[in-house]
C-alpha cells in the first residue's frame, strides 16, 4: 500500500522569496517579480512553508492569539491544488486550536472555490461583503 506523501512546514526565509511570488503569480498576481519580492519580504515574519516530502510547495499564515486564531493565507503551487494538501493543513491548525481552546476564522473570496472546504472542514458563514465571507469554526 504506498504511503501517504509526507507535508511538514518551517518558517520562512528570504530564500523563500521566489517561491513567494510564484505562489502570487499562481494567484493572478501582476507586476514585476522585483516589485513582488520586495513587497512580500515584509511578509516573512510570521510565514510557514508547506513542504510535500521535502520540496516546498506552499505558504501557511495563521496569526494565533489566545483566545482567537486567523487562517491569514493558505496558498499552493497550480500543481498541488486539490490533493488534500490544503485539508491536512487546515485540519491540524483546527486541531491545535481545539486544544488550546480557541475558535479560527478566516476570510474568503466570493469567487475561491475553497468555500466549500472550509465548510467542509467546519466553517461557517459569519458575514458577508461584496466579494466575500468572513468564516469561523469554534471548539
Known amino acids: 500500500m504506498p504511503t501517504a506523501p509526507s507535508i511538514a512546514t518551517r518558517s520562512a526565509t528570504e530564500a ?18 522585483a516589485e513582488l519580492a520586495a513587497q512580500l519580504r515584509g511578509q516573512l515574519d510570521g510565514s510557514t512553508i508547506v513542504l510535500l516530502d521535502g520540496h516546498p510547495v506552499g505558504l501557511l499564515r495563521v496569526h494565533r492569539g489566545s483566545r482567537d486564531w486567523a487562517i491569514q493565507q493558505v496558498q499552493l503551487l497550480p500543481g498541488y491544488r486539490r490533493a488534500g494538501i490544503g485539508s491536512r493543513l487546515i485540519g491540524e491548525v483546527l486541531a491545535e ?4 481552546g480557541a475558535r479560527v476564522s478566516l ?33
Open 16 to 33: 523563500d522569496l521566489p517561491l513567494l511570488v510564484a505562489l502570487r503569480r499562481g494567484f493572478g498576481a501582476d507586476g514585476d517579480d
Open 107 to 139: 476570510s474568503v473570496l466570493k469567487a475561491n472555490p475553497a468555500r466549500s472546504l472550509y465548510e467542509r472542514l467546519g466553517f461557517t458563514v459569519t458575514a458577508e461583503c461584496e466579494n466575500g465571507y468572513s468564516m469561523r469554526a469554534c471548539p
Open 97 to 100: 486550536a481545539r486544544a488550546q
